[in-house]
């Protein structure tokens, strides 16, 4: 399934937030991953700009904080750690290779 070491239970832990994020929360983090890959779009940076607010809220949910880690993880793998990422996930959720291929991912 994946390589040693610390990237593959980071891989492991990714995978079991992802078999419990609902459909929306999915998709925000496909968009990350391919934002991480391609670069942010001019949308994406304005979004960004847009969620620095200083609202008054109870703090970062869980969902934000995990896809911080995912984001950091993701740098630094290796792009074969990347690559194995990829299509254990989509072998598990076929429908998420579709969503990946579609957007150039894959």
């Given at each position: ?24 929360q999915r998709q925000q ?53 990347r690559r194995q990422f ?21």
């Amino acid at each position: 399934m994946f390589g040693g070491g610390k990237a593959r239970t980071e891989q492991l832990c990714l995978t079991s937030w992802f078999a419990n994020w609902s459909c929306q929360q999915r998709q925000q983090f496909i968009s990350t991953l391919v934002t991480e890959t391609a670069g942010p779009s001019e949308e994406d940076l304005l979004l960004g700009l847009g969620s620095m607010g200083l609202a008054e809220n109870d703090g970062p949910q869980m969902f934000d904080c995990q896809l911080k880690m995912v984001t950091s993880w993701w740098r630094r793998w290796a792009p074969e750690e990347r690559r194995q990422f990829l299509q254990s996930l989509c072998a598990s959720w076929p429908e998420v290779g579709e969503q990946l291929r579609g957007r150039g991912m894959l």
